[in-house]
């Protein structure tokens, strides 16, 4: 058995080792194009070095936005690695084996970028030294930089320590390699041979560890909510925060994960490792935390909205029914309810026999729905330049309903295709709770901002609304880029599922309890 | 996992070891210049006997910490400034806000002390209401600055040290009253604005990526003379003055007990019922002798 867990890649192995290696003109242009984004954003954040935060959308009264948007959602997703490593482990979720790895990545990576943004965010950057050299406790900016910095390192550690036996492996096996990898495996294999001492050591600290990451990770985004709760604004003033943003950050891992899984599993050919059955599984997962996120979301703007205090109104209504309804109403539907109802589908025995109905035939449905949807386009162009007719503006609103129902009925038509591609779907699912996450996350911020206890008078037009900038905007997609890059690297460095895990899993004498999936047997 | 008791121990010793660091940390500068929490706002952490203040509902004790000895803007911890704004007065006229900008060389956009156009409900006239920073007892900007940038002063006055500030914002969300502003860029300069060394007691030169506000002219006050905008106000609608001493003076020249001032006239803080203790008082707009203001646009956001 020890043998086996130290011996020779199999065949399976050696195509995930494969992967360290081979990267096609696909990988290239990836690279290229993150690499592209990141001097773009580079460009941008010297520009607002030079210039101020002048030239971002943010005033007076909306002194934060898009960068901290960007700093919850990458805390937030961070979550995952505490999620899947640490409970999965503790609850002997032995299916988690083959995803833990790239789950900590995930939170290796989003936790740097997300760390980040506070720093853009700044308005002198160069006196970030003064948070050690005068730095307060009472703030809450002191909260986060104690838990994050506690948490990165933890989740590195987490990362770090269970890949040492498959780095031994790669220093031993994979010689073919440049000379830096080899020494780079070398020196990080910390002369791993695999003894029963080493073992208990490794066994050792993974089991404390486990245990200590959790609350390490809720503390993380509890205090990242009381930057906003321990203020007095309408929206933000609110004891249920910190619970409702470790349930947003756990929905929005969790399918961050799924996302990462289909595309390894597509990209590195993992389809040894990373069955349906694990889509199912996560699957469940997402369901799960969404549902607490949707418990969550609904108690907090339930019970505001029941009262309609004073101070309450003005966002409240902007969220519901104003300036914001849109983007509200998007990430409570298509960034909970849609994926919810994707990730159900595969489980769902009568969907398959929609198919038969004449009218739910997915081409012609998807075809009239393009159709009304660029006749809706083209009334809008030209309603635009004449918008003071009356009968323009009544003909868009049916138009709207008409796209809005046609769309309804592509959705009825496209559900047999979900139920045959249950990871497309998921995939699908996976990428609309992380839109949404970020979309919430602005909802949050935002039109609290825009309702202050004073009316915001005698400010020119553009200081009353918030609207981000093309510098914002750069440097968000440059953080993503950067997100991705370190994300990309790490699994062209180490190989994106454990192997020593995913063996001792496969020789363990006793048969882990599984379900009937045929699939599942396979991994 | 397999943890034997001793490996389990020592591993607590060392995450305690571990959670202790960034209080000795924060001790090590407490030495050298943060000041200890007071529980009256004083310095030495002594209570501050102000025998002419009435104990009660006014006297509050203070979250905040006290301004160290070191830094450059003491305050006299005997003064405990205190503003009354009499509502009944104000036409809007604006002179103090112009006042303060031209004194402090205020940057474009921002409105130290902001006349607001105010309704307090469908049936009663809108009036004019300056707002300016209310220099709170139970300051939420301070709590929540990372670095010490604002502190409460002995004398009750919320500084800013823009030399400090790492322009984070926190304070502006903080700030129930829409009080401080930022230098979003470099602000425009003067050779007047650039004459005097940076002390926060008057607040300039400004520079950019920092928080700003309006201070109660302490470089003023000090040399005796009223605030910018007591200064400036026609209708003599702003007093200024000691609630150690129970006197308040306007720019008519009168002056008058602070205590019969806000106790016989009805006197209110601003969002009282948000617990920031304000050391800006207002006097009700009634019988009041100059015309309204038209009524504020409803589309302007906030929430009167």
Same mark, same amino acid.
């Given at each position: 058995?020890?043998?086996?867990?130290?011996?020779?890649?199999?065949?399976?192995?050696?195509?995930?080792?494969?992967?360290?290696?081979?990267?096609?003109?696909?990988?290239?242009?990836?690279?290229?194009?993150?690499?592209?984004?990141?001097?773009?954003?580079?460009?941008?954040?010297?520009?607002?070095?030079?210039?101020?935060?002048?030239?971002?959308?943010?005033?007076?009264?909306?002194?934060?936005?898009?960068?901290?948007?960007?700093?919850?959602?990458?805390?937030?997703?961070?979550?995952?690695?505490?999620?899947?490593?640490?409970?999965?482990?503790?609850?002997?979720?032995?299916?988690?084996?083959?995803?833990?790895?790239?789950?900590?990545?995930?939170?290796?990576?989003?936790?740097?970028?997300?760390?980040?943004?506070?720093?853009?965010?700044?308005?002198?950057?160069?006196?970030?030294?003064?948070?050690?050299?005068?730095?307060?406790?009472?703030?809450?900016?002191?909260?986060?930089?104690?838990?994050?910095?506690?948490?990165?390192?933890?989740?590195?550690?987490?990362?770090?320590?269970?890949?040492?036996?498959?780095?031994?492996?790669?220093?031993?096996?994979?010689?073919?390699?440049?000379?830096?990898?080899?020494?780079?495996?070398?020196?990080?294999?910390?002369?791993?041979?695999?003894? =029963?001492?080493?073992?208990?050591?490794?066994?050792?600290?993974?089991?404390?560890?486990?245990?200590?990451?959790?609350?390490?990770?809720?503390?993380?985004?509890?205090?990242?909510?009381?930057?906003?709760?321990?203020?007095?604004?309408?929206?933000?003033?609110?004891?249920?925060?910190?619970?409702?943003?470790?349930?947003?950050?756990?929905?929005?891992?969790?399918?961050?994960?799924?996302?990462?899984?289909?595309?390894?599993?597509?990209?590195?050919?993992?389809?040894?490792?990373?069955?349906?059955?694990?889509?199912?599984?996560?699957?469940?997962?997402?369901?799960?935390?969404?549902?607490?996120?949707?418990?969550?979301?609904?108690?907090?703007?339930?019970?505001?909205?029941?009262?309609?205090?004073?101070?309450?109104?003005?966002?409240?209504?902007?969220?519901?029914?104003?300036?914001?309804?849109?983007?509200?109403?998007?990430?409570?539907?298509?960034?909970?309810?849609?994926?919810?109802?994707?990730?159900?589908?595969?489980?769902?025995?009568?969907?398959?026999?929609?198919?038969?109905?004449?009218?739910?035939?997915?081409?012609?449905?998807?075809?009239?729905?393009?159709? *009304?949807?660029?006749?809706?386009?083209?009334?809008?162009?030209?309603?635009?330049?004449?918008?003071?007719?009356?009968?323009?503006?009544?003909?868009?609103?049916?138009?709207?309903?008409?796209?809005?129902?046609?769309?309804?009925?592509?959705?009825?038509?496209?559900? !047999?295709?979900?139920?045959?591609?249950?990871?497309?779907?998921?995939?699908?699912?996976?990428?609309?709770?992380?839109?949404?996450?970020?979309?919430?996350?602005?909802?949050?911020?935002?039109?609290?901002?825009?309702?202050?206890?004073?009316?915001?008078?005698?400010?020119?037009?553009?200081?009353?609304?918030?609207?981000?900038?093309?510098?914002?905007?750069?440097?968000?997609?440059?953080?993503?880029?950067?997100?991705?890059?370190?994300?990309?690297?790490?699994? =062209?460095?180490? !190989?994106?599922?454990?192997?020593?895990?995913?063996?001792?899993?496969?020789?363990?004498?006793?048969?882990?309890?599984?379900?009937?999936?045929?699939?599942?047997?396979?991994? | 996992?397999?943890? *034997?008791?001793?490996?389990?121990?020592?591993?607590?010793?060392?995450?305690?070891?571990?959670?202790?660091?960034?209080?000795?940390?924060?001790?090590?500068?407490?030495? =050298?210049?943060?000041?200890?929490?007071?529980?009256?706002?004083?310095?030495?952490?002594?209570?501050?006997?102000?025998?002419?203040?009435?104990?009660?509902?006014? *006297?509050?004790?203070?979250?905040?910490?006290?301004?160290?000895?070191?830094?450059?803007?003491?305050?006299?911890?005997?003064?405990?400034?205190?503003?009354?704004?009499?509502?009944?007065?104000?036409?809007?006229?604006?002179?103090?806000?112009?006042?303060?900008?031209?004194?402090?060389?205020?940057?474009?956009?921002?409105?130290?002390?902001?006349?607001?156009?105010?309704?307090?409900?469908?049936?009663?006239?809108?009036?004019?209401?300056?707002?300016?920073?209310?220099?709170?007892?139970?300051?939420?900007?301070?709590?929540?600055?990372?670095?010490?940038?604002?502190?409460?002063?002995?004398?009750?006055?919320?500084?800013?040290?823009?030399?400090?500030?790492?322009?984070?914002?926190?304070?502006?969300?903080?700030?129930?009253?829409?009080?401080?502003?930022?230098?979003?860029?470099?602000?425009?300069?003067?050779?007047?604005?650039?004459?005097?060394?940076?002390?926060?007691?008057?607040?300039?030169?400004?520079?950019?990526?920092?928080?700003?506000?309006?201070?109660?002219?302490?470089?003023?006050?000090?040399?005796?003379?009223?605030?910018?905008?007591?200064?400036?106000?026609?209708?003599?609608?702003?007093?200024?003055?000691?609630?150690?001493?129970?006197?308040?003076?306007?720019?008519?020249?009168?002056?008058?007990?602070?205590?019969?001032?806000?106790?016989?006239?009805?006197?209110?803080?601003?969002?009282?019922?948000?617990?920031?203790?304000?050391?800006?008082?207002?006097?009700?707009?009634?019988?009041?002798?100059?015309?309204?203001? !038209?009524?504020?646009?409803?589309?302007?956001?906030?929430?009167?």
């Amino acid at each position: 058995m020890r043998a086996r867990e130290h011996g020779p890649p199999s065949e399976g192995e050696v195509r995930l080792l494969a992967s360290l290696t081979s990267g096609g003109p696909g990988f290239y242009a990836l690279l290229g194009l993150l690499l592209g984004l990141i001097a773009w954003g580079i460009i941008a954040y010297s520009l607002q070095l030079r210039y101020g935060l002048g030239v971002t959308g943010l005033r007076d009264s909306m002194m934060w936005g898009v960068y901290i948007t960007n700093f919850v959602f990458f805390i937030g997703v961070s979550h995952v690695g505490a999620l899947m490593s640490a409970i999965l482990r503790i609850t002997g979720a032995e299916w988690r084996r083959p995803i833990t790895r790239m789950a900590e990545a995930i939170t290796f990576a989003s936790l740097l970028m997300g760390a980040l943004m506070p720093v853009v965010d700044m308005g002198r950057p160069e006196r970030l030294l003064n948070l050690v050299l005068h730095g307060r406790l009472q703030s809450p900016i002191l909260w986060d930089i104690l838990s994050i910095a506690t948490y990165l390192t933890g989740s590195t550690l987490f990362l770090y320590v269970p890949m040492i036996p498959d780095i031994a492996l790669l220093r031993d096996h994979f010689a073919d390699g440049p000379a830096w990898r080899r020494r780079l495996y070398t020196v990080l294999a910390l002369g791993w041979r695999g003894t =029963k001492a080493q073992r208990r050591y490794l066994e050792a600290i993974m089991g404390v560890m486990a245990v200590l990451i959790i609350p390490i990770a809720v503390s993380v985004h509890t205090v990242v909510s009381w930057i906003f709760a321990m203020t007095l604004r309408a929206g933000w003033n609110s004891t249920i925060f910190g619970p409702y943003f470790v349930s947003g950050a756990l929905f929005s891992g969790a399918a961050a994960v799924v996302t990462a899984m289909a595309a390894f599993r597509w990209a590195y050919h993992l389809e040894d490792y990373i069955t349906e059955s694990h889509f199912r599984r996560m699957g469940y997962l997402v369901i799960a935390l969404g549902m607490i996120y949707g418990y969550f979301t609904f108690a907090e703007y339930l019970t505001p909205a029941y009262k309609m205090a004073l101070h309450e109104r003005g966002y409240l209504m902007a969220v519901f029914a104003g300036t914001f309804s849109r983007l509200f109403w998007f990430t409570q539907v298509v960034g909970v309810l849609l994926p919810i109802l994707l990730l159900t589908l595969p489980r769902i025995s009568w969907v398959p026999r929609l198919q038969r109905i004449p009218l739910l035939q997915p081409r012609p449905v998807l075809a009239a729905t393009a159709a *009304s949807a660029a006749l809706l386009l083209a009334t809008s162009v030209a309603g635009s330049s004449t918008a003071a007719l009356g009968e323009v503006a009544t003909a868009r609103t049916v138009l709207v309903w008409l796209v809005a129902a046609m769309g309804g009925w592509s959705f009825l038509a496209l559900l !047999p295709v979900f139920h045959r591609r249950p990871i497309t779907t998921a995939f699908v699912a996976s990428v609309l709770v992380n839109v949404g996450a970020w979309a919430k996350r602005y909802v949050i911020i935002v039109p609290t901002l825009q309702n202050p206890f004073l009316p915001i008078q005698n400010a020119p037009p553009v200081w009353r609304t918030y609207k981000p900038t093309w510098v914002e905007w750069s440097i968000t997609a440059a953080a993503l880029a950067g997100f991705l890059l370190i994300y990309i690297l790490f699994s =062209k460095l180490f !190989p994106i599922v454990s192997i020593w895990e995913t063996r001792e899993a496969a020789s363990e004498p006793r048969t882990p309890v599984r379900e009937e999936a045929p699939d599942a047997q396979a991994m | 996992m397999r943890l *034997s008791r001793r490996a389990f121990l020592k591993f607590l010793t060392a995450l305690g070891g571990a959670a202790a660091f960034p209080a000795g940390l924060n001790l090590l500068t407490r030495r =050298k210049g943060i000041p200890a929490l007071a529980a009256d706002g004083s310095p030495t952490g002594r209570l501050l006997q102000l025998d002419r203040v009435p104990a009660g509902p006014g *006297s509050v004790a203070l979250a905040a910490p006290a301004e160290p000895p070191e830094r450059p803007s003491p305050g006299p911890a005997q003064r405990r400034w205190v503003m009354v704004i009499d509502l009944a007065r104000c036409d809007g006229c604006r002179a103090c806000t112009e006042a303060c900008s031209a004194m402090h060389f205020v940057p474009p956009g921002q409105e130290w002390i902001k006349v607001y156009t105010m309704r307090d409900n469908p049936a009663a006239d809108p009036y004019w209401f300056p707002r300016p920073c209310m220099q709170c007892d139970n300051p939420p900007c301070v709590k929540v600055c990372p670095v010490s940038a604002t502190w409460k002063r002995g004398d009750g006055i919320v500084i800013q040290d823009t030399s400090r500030c790492i322009g984070c914002r926190f304070c502006i969300a903080a700030c129930p009253y829409s009080a401080r502003y930022f230098n979003w860029v470099e602000p425009p300069h003067t050779p007047e604005e650039l004459s005097r060394p940076y002390s926060p007691d008057w607040n300039y030169p400004h520079r950019k990526g920092v928080t700003e506000k309006c201070i109660f002219c302490p470089g003023l006050v000090k040399e005796g003379k009223l605030p910018a905008c007591v200064q400036a106000c026609p209708m003599g609608a702003i007093y200024f003055g000691d609630q150690a001493e129970d006197a308040v003076t306007n720019s008519q020249g009168e002056t008058v007990r602070f205590s019969e001032l806000v106790g016989k006239n009805a006197g209110s803080r601003f969002l009282e019922e948000l617990g920031t203790e304000p050391r800006v008082y207002y006097l009700p707009p009634r019988n009041r002798v100059y015309a309204p203001p !038209p009524e504020p646009a409803a589309t302007e956001g906030g929430h009167r």
